[in-house]
Nanobody, 124 residues
Framework: EVQLVESGGGLVQAGGSLRLSCATS???????IGWFRQAPGKEREGVSC????????????YYADSVKGRFTISSDSAKNTVWLQMNNLKPEDTAVYYC??????????????WGQGAQVTVSS
């Protein structure tokens, strides 16, 4: 079983930066580790995912269009920690951010394990 423990998040002004961290117990072959978010009144959406080198022929990273060029997902060499660096934050980025692990596609239906969630609030 994959355990995910998040840290980071908080309150920041628009244009600012935050970094989320996700400590993973393991990163099995063919899994992705990624970040999803859920804003009030909205469905949870995939923000960014990092695929293991043995996964399918998908790209090694995925970003939602809304965060491309602003967010960066990365990990240490052992993939014990996965980070989401969020720059140029906008009020519409306000949401609870969840670390997640799953298979194949960076979509909620493909997630097998979830972190506890971290609140990110961006003030205008």
């Amino acid at each position: 079983e994959v355990q995910l423990v998040e840290s980071g998040g908080g309150l920041v002004q628009a244009g600012g930066s935050l970094r989320l961290s996700c400590a993973t117990s393991t990163f099995p072959n063919d899994y992705f580790i990624g970040w999803f978010r859920q804003a009030p009144g909205k469905e949870r959406e995939g923000v960014s995912c990092l695929f293991s080198s043995n996964s399918t022929d998908h790209d090694s990273t995925y970003y939602a269009d809304s965060v491309k060029g602003r967010f960066t997902i990365s990990s240490d060499s052992a993939k014990n920690t996965v980070w989401l660096q969020m720059n140029n934050l906008k009020p519409e980025d306000t949401a609870v951010y969840y670390c997640a692990a799953g298979f194949d596609i960076c979509l909620e239906d493909y997630v097998s394990f979830w972190g506890q969630g971290a609140q990110v609030t961006v003030s205008s």
